[in-house]
Nanobody
Framework: EVQLVESGGGMVQPGGSLKLSCAASGFSFSDHDITWVRQAPGKGPEWVSTINTGGATTYYAPTVKGRFSISRDNAKNTVYLQMNSLKFEDTALYHC??????????WGQGTQVTVSS
């Protein structure tokens, strides 16, 4: 079965950093784009970033560009999201998803990121 498991979330002060991981199994990982989305309480999902199959092409939402960096290690079936200069508005449940923002078909359970002073 397809599985995506996020980890690395936690509480951090504004300006701090976190690195999220998305461990995948049950499918040919290197054949799929991977996307990070986030959802704050009471709000719908928000696209954050996408990385293509080989990792050479990346995309970022304007709100995180320059602060976040997505990468992948296909040998480990893992995608990462390095999050720097965190802001209050980054607080959300972060999910990884198989595919692009429009073609995604499987989500993980998510990992909580809370930015608070």
């Amino acid at each position: 079965e397809v599985q995506l498991v996020e980890s690395g979330g936690g509480m951090v002060q504004p300006g701090g950093s976190l690195k999220l991981s998305c461990a995948a199994s049950g499918f040919s990982f290197s054949d799929h784009d991977i996307t990070w989305v986030r959802q704050a309480p009471g709000k719908g999902p928000e696209w954050v970033s996408t990385i293509n199959t080989g990792g050479a092409t990346t995309y970022y939402a304007p709100t995180v560009k320059g602060r976040f960096s997505i990468s992948r290690d296909n040998a480990k079936n893992t995608v990462y999201l390095q999050m720097n200069s965190l802001k209050f508005e980054d607080t959300a449940l972060y999910h990884c998803m198989r595919g692009s923002s429009w073609s995604g078909d499987y989500w993980g359970q998510g990992t909580q990121v809370t930015v608070s002073s």
